[in-house]
């Protein structure tokens, strides 16, 4: 079955996917080129089209131009909060819409906090000096060439990494209280964490109501070294520091510390939980990669076949040692992990698809939380994500890149457009997301305009009947495909107890045959005749004489009836 829309181009940027991101209910995704798509639900203005209306497929945003003719920004980098939205340039200027109640956007003060429904510049950084003020030029030279080189968000928190390794937060964030030492507190203002002054933040993420960083090590400035720090409420022991005490500054995860034989290069949060990957310092032959999940898990969203929550860093034993976990990214409630090879497993809340329990859906549909991995196949007839490129977790959604950024599937929760392929309904298994996203018949230029809009409206409808009818053909088409296979599996089985006396099984498939697809008939009806037992070799005996004397019966006849149509013709000649 093919997928809507044109097919990609390997060799056009604009069509090769490099990163994805997904928010409480919506997508993005960032191309080559520079361009960003999204999709989902439009309330908030999440998705910076300008409205708050759905999207059911991707549809591409607009920066620094409001005629929406050109793009004049190349953005480098993407994430997603629960509603709002974070875009990195290529000149480390930061872009922002959708919800800003808490902040989040960084645009305006506390008494002005309205929602911006497209792409806004955030240029306060620029009015920021993250060291004291000086009168040196040189200092001076610094504050201008100040530029942001990672953007995160999660819940009501965004969250910027410099080029200087500095870590920036606004939103809701964590806070010093007086009344319990710690409190989320809205922040209008990027503020720089100088915990880690004079340090390298590497990576960050942020989950509802905690925050977890990978910094280098103060004596080394390689990134293959790193420590883990978290901070911010831990009443499910999502920092993983073993109790569940809040934390106003960071501090270290010391199972993970420099004593520790493995070393973190990824990491994600959930709502209230926490997931790291992680290989060993020094190589091993067997073991090639590990996830380590902490925090609440009454749902298995920490893979560990309880419901129980975890204190401290916790590996998924389950899943595979040979394998090299390349992404992880945590949804509200479950936790999804891709590996070099292009498996993809999910675990967590409703079979590890994110989806809340509903008690009108089939019983048959609902198999309860996942508390271990499962495996997720990418279609029917190939269980892999082949050219894995990265997994995003939303709500109760998920969405994975892979064709080497050419394809993209998603799954879970649908309502509003969420999975991007055109319907609002769920989907227990990954479906097609129509990439690229241009519409056939229709070029570029011609989707910008006013007509082209109403031109993909209409085409929309045709390209959901058309897909629903390649679906309905497929599936028929392998309904079709079992029966027949059903029928020779009965024929099958029936002359194979004929002549053996037993029933057909899957061990008596010559070893030959499995491995190769031929085989000496010769020589495997030696192999049967030796391996058989008298009793075997009696039933055999006994089958092939009634089957010969059935034969011989045959030509006979065949011979008589011959013999006896010559002689009617040659006495017809004579008369």
Same mark, same amino acid.
């Given at each position: 079955?093919?997928?809507?829309?044109? *097919?990609?181009?390997?060799?056009?940027?604009?069509?090769?996917?490099?990163?994805?991101?997904?928010?409480?209910?919506?997508?993005?995704?960032?191309?080559?080129?520079?361009?960003?798509?999204?999709?989902?639900?439009?309330?908030?203005?999440?998705?910076?089209?300008?409205?708050?209306?759905?999207?059911?497929?991707?549809?591409?945003?607009?920066?620094?131009?409001?005629?929406?003719?050109?793009?004049?920004?190349?953005?480098?980098?993407?994430?997603?909060? +629960?509603?709002?939205?974070?875009?990195?340039?290529?000149?480390?200027?930061?872009?922002?819409?959708?919800?800003?109640?808490?902040?989040?956007?960084?645009?305006?003060?506390?008494?002005?906090?309205?929602?911006?429904?497209?792409?806004?510049?955030?240029?306060?950084?620029?009015?920021?000096?993250?060291?004291? +003020?000086?009168?040196?030029?040189?200092?001076?030279?610094?504050?201008?060439?100040?530029?942001?080189?990672?953007?995160?968000?999660? !819940?009501?928190?965004?969250?910027?990494?410099?080029?200087?390794?500095? #870590?920036?937060?606004?939103?809701?964030?964590?806070?010093?209280?007086?009344?319990?030492?710690?409190?989320?507190?809205?922040?209008?203002?990027?503020?720089?964490?100088?915990?880690?002054?004079?340090?390298?933040?590497?990576?960050?993420?942020?989950?509802?109501?905690?925050?977890?960083?990978?910094?280098?090590?103060?004596?080394?400035?390689?990134?293959?070294?790193?420590?883990? *720090?978290?901070?911010?409420?831990?009443? /499910?022991?999502?920092? !993983?520091?073993?109790?569940?005490?809040?934390?106003?500054?960071?501090?270290?995860?010391?199972?993970?510390?420099?004593?520790?034989?493995?070393?973190?290069?990824?990491?994600?949060?959930?709502?209230? /939980?926490?997931?790291?990957?992680?290989?060993?310092?020094?190589?091993?032959?067997?073991?090639? +990669?590990?996830?380590?999940?902490?925090?609440?898990?009454?749902?298995?969203?920490?893979?560990? !076949?309880?419901?129980?929550?975890?204190?401290?860093?916790?590996?998924?034993?389950?899943?595979?040692?040979?394998?090299?976990?390349?992404?992880?990214?945590?949804?509200?409630?479950?936790?999804?992990?891709?590996?070099?090879?292009?498996?993809?497993?999910?675990?967590?809340?409703?079979?590890?698809?994110?989806?809340?329990?509903?008690?009108?859906?089939?019983?048959?549909?609902?198999?309860?939380?996942?508390?271990?991995?499962?495996?997720?196949?990418?279609?029917?007839?190939?269980?892999?994500?082949?050219?894995?490129?990265?997994?995003?977790?939303?709500?109760?959604?998920?969405?994975?890149?892979?064709?080497?950024? /050419?394809?993209?599937?998603?799954?879970?929760?649908?309502?509003?457009?969420?999975?991007?392929?055109?319907?609002?309904?769920?989907?227990?298994?990954?479906?097609?997301?129509?990439?690229?996203?241009?519409?056939?018949?229709?070029?570029?230029?011609?989707?910008?305009?006013?007509?082209?809009?109403?031109?993909?409206?209409?085409?929309?409808?045709?390209?959901?009947?058309?897909?629903?009818?390649?679906?309905?053909?497929?599936?028929?088409?392998?309904?079709? #495909?079992?029966?027949?296979?059903?029928?020779?599996?009965?024929?099958?089985?029936?002359?194979?107890? +004929?002549?053996?006396?037993?029933?057909?099984?899957?061990?008596?498939?010559?070893?030959?045959? !499995?491995?190769?697809?031929?085989?000496?008939?010769?020589?495997?009806?030696?192999?049967?005749?030796?391996?058989?037992?008298?009793?075997?070799?009696?039933?055999?005996?006994?089958? *092939?004489?009634?089957?010969?004397?059935?034969?011989?019966?045959?030509?006979?006849?065949?011979?008589?009836?011959?013999?006896?149509?010559?002689? #009617?013709?040659?006495?017809?000649?004579?008369?």
């Amino acid at each position: 079955m093919e997928d809507a829309g044109s *097919y990609p181009n390997p060799d056009n940027p604009s069509h090769k996917i490099v990163d994805v991101a997904a928010g409480e209910s919506h997508t993005l995704l960032l191309t080559e080129d520079g361009s960003v798509y999204c999709w989902g639900r439009g309330m908030f203005g999440r998705l910076g089209n300008g409205s708050q209306k759905d999207e059911l497929f991707p549809k591409k945003l607009n920066f620094g131009n409001p005629n929406g003719t050109q793009d004049s920004v190349k953005i480098v980098g993407i994430a997603a909060g +629960s509603y709002h939205t974070l875009a990195l340039a290529e000149d480390g200027s930061v872009w922002c819409w959708g919800y800003n109640i808490y902040g989040q956007l960084g645009l305006c003060e506390e008494e002005d906090s309205h929602d911006s429904l497209v792409p806004c510049l955030l240029s306060r950084f620029l009015e920021l000096q993250p060291h004291n +003020s000086s009168t040196d030029p040189s200092e001076a030279e610094d504050k201008a060439s100040l530029e942001m080189c990672t953007v995160k968000a999660g !819940g009501m928190m965004s969250l910027a990494i410099d080029n200087r390794g500095t #870590l920036w937060m606004w939103g809701n964030i964590p806070q010093e209280s007086k009344e319990s030492g710690i409190s989320l507190v809205s922040s209008f203002t990027p503020t720089p964490v100088w915990d880690f002054h004079g340090r390298t933040v590497v990576k960050v993420a942020c989950g509802n109501e905690h925050v977890v960083a990978l910094v280098n090590a103060i004596d080394s400035h390689e990134d293959e070294d790193l420590l883990c *720090y978290s901070w911010g409420y831990n009443s /499910h022991g999502q920092l !993983g520091l073993g109790d569940r005490q809040s934390r106003l500054h960071p501090e270290v995860v010391k199972i993970l510390d420099e004593e520790s034989p493995w070393t973190i290069y990824e990491v994600a949060c959930g709502a209230f /939980h926490t997931a790291l990957l992680a290989h060993k310092k020094k190589p091993d032959a067997t073991l090639e +990669s590990m996830c380590w999940t902490f925090g609440l898990g009454e749902n298995g969203q920490l893979g560990h !076949g309880t419901t129980q929550s975890t204190l401290f860093p916790t590996p998924v034993k389950e899943l595979p040692q040979s394998i090299h976990l390349i992404s992880v990214d945590c949804g509200l409630f479950h936790t999804s992990v891709v590996s070099s090879t292009g498996d993809v497993w999910s675990w967590g809340m409703e079979k590890g698809l994110g989806l809340c329990p509903d008690a009108n859906r089939a019983e048959t549909n609902s198999g309860g939380d996942a508390l271990s991995p499962l495996l997720i196949s990418c279609n029917l007839h190939q269980p892999i994500f082949p050219g894995p490129v990265k997994v995003a977790c939303g709500a109760a959604h998920t969405v994975v890149v892979a064709q080497e950024g /050419h394809k993209v599937w998603s799954w879970g929760r649908g309502r509003s457009g969420v999975l991007g392929n055109g319907k609002e309904m769920d989907s227990y298994t990954p479906t097609i997301v129509p990439w690229p996203p241009t519409i056939e018949g229709l070029e570029e230029e011609e989707l910008n305009s006013s007509d082209g809009q109403d031109k993909v409206a209409e085409k929309k409808p045709e390209i959901i009947a058309e897909t629903d009818e390649k679906l309905s053909t497929a599936l028929n088409e392998l309904k079709l #495909l079992q029966t027949k296979l059903s029928i020779m599996e009965k024929y099958a089985s029936i002359l194979h107890g +004929s002549i053996f006396g037993k029933p057909f099984n899957e061990q008596d498939i010559p070893v030959s045959l !499995g491995n190769s697809g031929s085989m000496d008939i010769a020589k495997e009806w030696e192999n049967m005749l030796e391996a058989a037992d008298d009793r075997k070799l009696v039933t055999m005996e006994m089958f *092939y004489r009634d089957m010969l004397t059935g034969v011989k019966d045959k030509l006979m006849k065949r011979k008589i009836k011959e013999i006896i149509k010559e002689c #009617l013709e040659s006495s017809e000649v004579i008369k």
